[in-house]
Structure formats: C-alpha cells, structure tokens
C-alpha cells in the first residue's frame, strides 16, 4: 500500500464528498467512481476497504430526511437477492489478484458509462416496461455481486427500479434503503478476507466529515441541481478513471 501522503489527500478529499452527494442526491448510480479515483493511487482492495465504512456513515446519514418514502417491496426484493450477490463478490474476490482487480474495476466504469449513454442517445431503455418480481431478484444479485467488488449496486439497481415508474425522491430513498442493507452485508466478508486495517480504518475516521459534508449537500442539491450536469461530470470521471485501470491492470 502506498503512503497515505498529501496527494493521496487530493485525491481522497473530493472523491469522498463526490461519493456523498451522489448517494444522498441522485440515486447511488455514481458513488463507486469514488472508488474508481481511489483505484488510481493504492491497491483496489485498499481503496474498497477504505470507502466502504464512508458508505455506510453516508447511509446511515440518509436514512432520516428519506425515512419511511421508499417503496419497500421493490427495496426488499433487490436486498434480498444482493444478499446472495454480496456471496458471489466474495467468491471472486478472493480468487483473483489485484490487477485482475483493476481491470474488472475499469471495466465496470466504463461499462456503467455506455449504459447510461445507451438510453440517452435512443438506443432503447431497459426501463420501459415493469419489469417482474423475479427480474426484481436477479437485479438483486447483480446489485450485491458488483457492489462487492467495486461498490457499483447502483446501476443494477436502477434497472429495475426505473422500469417502476417511481417518483424522483421514492426513487432516491429506495436506494438508501437498499445500500444501507447490503453494505451492511459486505461488511463481515471484507472483514473476512482482511481488507479492513487499522490505517484504513484511521484514515475513515480522517475523512469521515467529508463523507457527511457530502450527504448533507447530496441532500440540499436533489431539490435543486439538474441531474444532466452532475451525470456528465460522472461519465468524464468513470471514463478516464475506468480506461486507465484498464490500461494498469494489463500492463
């Protein structure tokens, strides 16, 4: 691991905040691009032990101003099936090396990336019939296995929930509800498989008031930013980020 020096601080200070609102703001779909950042300057395992307690504190956070506004069967339906994704994650993470980690990091940025340009540029939507409570299951699965190893539930989540036709803040407060459960859940095999260390858990307590500085923006700004410049600053950051893990974990 890599000294945690004053640049890791330039990096980690607003990719902490960025993961805050994005969280309490728009819907999780971004939050793991903190990650990505972190990716960049130490080992990908490192920089998913060390943001996962942030998320956490971030959820927990957002549980008050959303309370209660989620819909609670699609929520239950996605946790249930991210309990057995949070296993698969596992799974694979410990039998792979952290440049394969790297790569599978990238490719998941990158990948969220054309997804989202899909449905904006017309090339159909994956939202535009309710999709089914067995689908809803399998959305779960995927939220839990890609949660696991990159913290990126976000877009497999959406999915599913797009395609219910839920109110802006419905939406926004069924994935705190969701993120809240299954990160919960990847806490005890990232303990397991020895992620979390005592530097990693100090840095946390270091950065811990910019994870809640940005829960408390994320908050105020879902009432009043559009969505379009805050997701195009998103796809800048997970394109670079994910097309240069690509490039370290091959090279």
């Known amino acids: 691991m890599m000294a945690f020096d004053a640049m890791f601080f330039v990096f980690a200070i607003p990719a902490v905040v960025f993961a805050g609102v994005s969280k309490s703001g728009f819907g999780s779909g971004a939050a793991f691009a903190s990650a990505s950042i972190l990716a960049l300057v130490i080992e990908p395992g490192a920089a998913l032990a060390l943001m996962l307690p942030l998320l956490m504190l971030i959820d927990l956070a957002n549980l008050k101003p959303y ?9 239950l339906l996605l946790i249930a099936g991210g309990l057995p994704g949070v296993g698969l994650g596992a799974w694979l993470y410990s039998a792979v090396n952290d440049d394969a980690m790297r790569v599978l990091i990238g490719a998941v940025s990158i990948g969220f990336v ?10 159909g939507s994956l939202s535009a019939a309710q999709l089914s409570d067995r689908t809803g299951l399998l959305a779960g699965v995927a939220v ?10 976000g877009p497999p989540a959406a999915v599913y929930l797009l395609s219910l036709k839920l109110r802006k803040t419905e939406y926004q407060a ?11 859940a990847k806490a005890v095999p990232y303990a397991w498989l020895g992620l979390f260390t005592w530097e990693t858990l100090r840095l946390d307590l ?5 994870a ?19 997701f195009a600053l998103t796809y800048v950051l997970l394109s670079v980020t994910g097309a240069k893990l690509i490039w370290d974990g091959l090279t």
């Open 174 to 184: 069924s994935t705190v509800l969701i993120f809240w459960a299954v990160n919960i």
């Open 212 to 230: 809640l500085l940005g829960a408390w923006l994320g908050v105020k700004l879902h009432h009043s930013i559009p969505e379009r410049g805050f």
């Open 67 to 75: 309370w209660g506004r989620w819909n609670l069967r699609a929520s």
């Open 144 to 153: 839990g296995f890609t949660s696991f190893v990159s913290h990126a539930g």
């Open 206 to 210: 270091m950065l811990a008031p910019f």
């Open 114 to 123: 054309l997804w989202q340009l899909r449905g904006r540029l017309g090339f």
